[in-house]
């Protein structure tokens, strides 16, 4: 949520326009049941403009404060909504409760950010039509390969697995989508897969919340981390994974890559994960938005990378901060 609230009611109405547009774009119309989806932590003013941008457009909207694990009854209305606007502060994406509610149609729309990262990473029609080009690529994919000089080799599979493209907009029945974003990644594998993954200066550490400053490498082998080595940050790295005392923490979440060129690097948080052409994988849960993912377990971490070459069978996706691909490359909209 944003890091810092405003006090002045002004903000909400200052809101009002981004956030109807981005329901309209997410075809949110007269008579749809919409869902707001909050707790204690919920920024109120973003509560206020969802509501107020929803009515405007003529839908039936409602909003729960929920403090605690979902229940039975929270579940039930997700599942009875057209789309849930989920503006809770705690964990969004992993859970049974997201799947159950997209495979029964709902549409999920997660905010999570400042509002001044979300106007600066707008969605836009153009971004989502090269996440869907690259999805579309990454779904008839079987094998995954991802390189860097810094020493990154991993071989990573994913046969049967849907992958699943991010832009921004929750605009199809049983799609999750979070504003602001720009990814192509999916579920692959969880027990295969092997090779070394290296974090080079710059990369980010999103569990930490710091970049890099000495390399960490982390051999993979069965879809799982089995060792760290390096300096600080490995040691680091190594005692967030130990404290969550499970095995499933240390497996295959998801991986791909980001499509969004007007993310910045240096904002920690959502512009690492959808920069544009980095390379972007995460251990631990899966279970919930991604299509055939099987994990649920106490932790998620996600490793955002620079200067990757990575490989969908034998298609060159992308190598040095640039896609290889024309209806991936980003054309200036």
Same mark, same amino acid.
């Given at each position: 949520?944003?890091?810092?609230?405003?006090?002045?009611?002004?903000f909400?109405?200052?809101?009002?326009?981004?956030?109807?547009?981005?329901?309209?774009?997410?075809?949110?119309?007269?008579?749809?049941?919409?869902?707001?989806?909050?707790?204690?932590?919920?920024?109120?003013?973003?509560?206020?403009?969802?509501?107020?941008?929803a009515?405007?457009?003529?839908?039936d909207?409602?909003?729960?404060?929920?403090?605690?694990?979902?229940e039975?009854?929270?579940?039930?209305?997700w599942?009875?909504?057209?789309?849930?606007?989920?503006?809770?502060?705690?964990?969004?994406?992993?859970?049974n409760?997201?799947?159950?509610?997209?495979?029964?149609?709902?549409?999920?729309?997660?905010?999570?950010?400042?509002?001044?990262?979300?106007?600066?990473?707008?969605?836009?029609?153009?971004?989502?039509?090269?996440?869907?080009?690259?999805?579309?690529?990454?779904?008839?994919?079987?094998?995954?390969?991802?390189?860097?000089?810094?020493?990154?080799?991993?071989?990573?599979?994913?046969?049967?697995?849907?992958?699943?493209?991010?832009?921004?907009?929750?605009?199809?029945p049983?799609?999750?989508?979070?504003?602001?974003s720009?990814m192509?990644?999916?579920?692959?594998?969880?027990?295969?897969?092997?090779?070394?993954? +290296?974090? $080079? #200066?710059?990369d !980010?550490?999103? @569990?930490?919340?710091?970049?890099?400053?000495e390399?960490?490498?982390? =051999?993979?082998?069965?879809?799982?981390?089995v060792?760290?080595?390096?300096?600080?940050?490995?040691?680091?790295?190594?005692?967030?994974f130990k404290?969550?005392?499970?095995?499933?923490?240390?497996?295959?979440?998801?991986?791909g890559?980001?499509?969004?060129?007007?993310?910045?690097w240096?904002?920690?948080?959502?512009?690492?994960?959808?920069?544009?052409?980095?390379?972007?994988?995460?251990?631990?849960?899966?279970?919930?938005?991604?299509?055939?993912?099987?994990?649920?377990?106490?932790?998620h971490?996600?490793?955002?990378?620079?200067?990757?070459?990575?490989? +969908?069978d $034998? #298609?060159?996706i !992308?190598?040095? @901060?640039?896609?290889e691909?024309?209806?991936?490359?980003?054309?200036? =909209?």
């Amino acid at each position: 949520m944003p890091e810092s609230l405003p006090l002045s009611y002004n903000f909400s109405a200052d809101l009002y326009g981004p956030f109807r547009k981005a329901l309209e774009l997410s075809k949110v119309h007269e008579g749809e049941h919409v869902l707001l989806h909050s707790d204690f932590g919920t920024n109120p003013h973003y509560a206020a403009a969802f509501m107020a941008a929803a009515m405007e457009l003529g839908a039936d909207v409602f909003q729960i404060v929920h403090p605690a694990k979902p229940e039975k009854a929270v579940v039930d209305a997700w599942v009875r909504a057209d789309i849930v606007v989920d503006l809770s502060s705690g964990k969004h994406a992993y859970g049974n409760i997201m799947r159950i509610a997209l495979d029964a149609g709902t549409r999920l729309y997660r905010i999570a950010c400042p509002p001044d990262v979300m106007l600066r990473l707008f969605p836009t029609v153009e971004m989502k039509k090269r996440v869907e080009a690259g999805q579309k690529i990454m779904t008839e994919g079987k094998v995954m390969r991802i390189t860097s000089p810094a020493g990154t080799d991993l071989t990573i599979y994913k046969e049967g697995r849907e992958a699943l493209g991010i832009y921004g907009l929750s605009d199809k029945p049983g799609r999750w989508d979070i504003w602001p974003s720009g990814m192509v990644c999916c579920a692959p594998i969880e027990n295969k897969g092997e090779g070394v993954l +290296v974090l $080079d #200066v710059g990369d !980010m550490m999103l @569990g930490l919340r710091q970049h890099v400053r000495e390399r960490v490498y982390m =051999e993979v082998r069965d879809g799982s981390i089995v060792s760290f080595k390096g300096g600080l940050e490995a040691e680091l790295l190594e005692g967030w994974f130990k404290k969550f005392q499970s095995p499933t923490s240390y497996s295959f979440a998801h991986v791909g890559w980001g499509c969004n060129k007007k993310a910045d690097w240096m904002h920690i948080g959502q512009d690492n994960e959808c920069f544009y052409a980095n390379m972007q994988i995460a251990f631990g849960s899966n279970v919930g938005i991604f299509p055939g993912a099987q994990t649920l377990g106490p932790s998620h971490i996600d490793f955002p990378c620079l200067n990757n070459a990575y490989w +969908v069978d $034998d #298609v060159k996706i !992308m190598e040095k @901060g640039e896609f290889e691909l024309d209806e991936l490359k980003y054309k200036g =909209e």
